[in-house]
């Protein structure tokens, strides 16, 4: 079942049609979006909605991309101290 959903981005309303239970999570994504537009906005003085669109947009692929290779340097320092971990229990236990 979908249901409508209204969300403003930057002096604009949008309209979704989102599954049930997911318009609390798409109004928190929007606003997100209108908080890194209106950022950029202040900090560049750009009025073209579309460049401001465009920025907000590399700077949230940005944020994903910087998360994403902290994710992964955290889970390879994990592999290596768990393989660390291991070593040295089979080297106690034998």
């Not at 669109?53 to 590399?58: G, S």
Request: no cysteine; net charge negative; proline share 1%.
């Amino acid at each position: 079942m979908k249901e409508k959903v209204s969300v403003p981005i930057y002096g604009r309303t949008y309209d979704f049609d989102t599954d049930v239970g997911d318009a609390l999570y798409i109004s928190s994504l929007a606003s997100y979006v209108d908080q890194k537009m209106q950022e950029i906005a202040k900090s560049t003085n750009i009025v073209d909605s579309m460049k401001l669109a465009v920025l907000a947009a590399l700077n949230i692929a940005d944020e994903l991309h910087r998360l994403r290779e902290n994710k992964d340097t955290f889970n390879n320092l994990v592999n290596k101290k768990t393989d660390e971990l291991l070593i040295l229990l089979n080297t106690v236990l034998e």
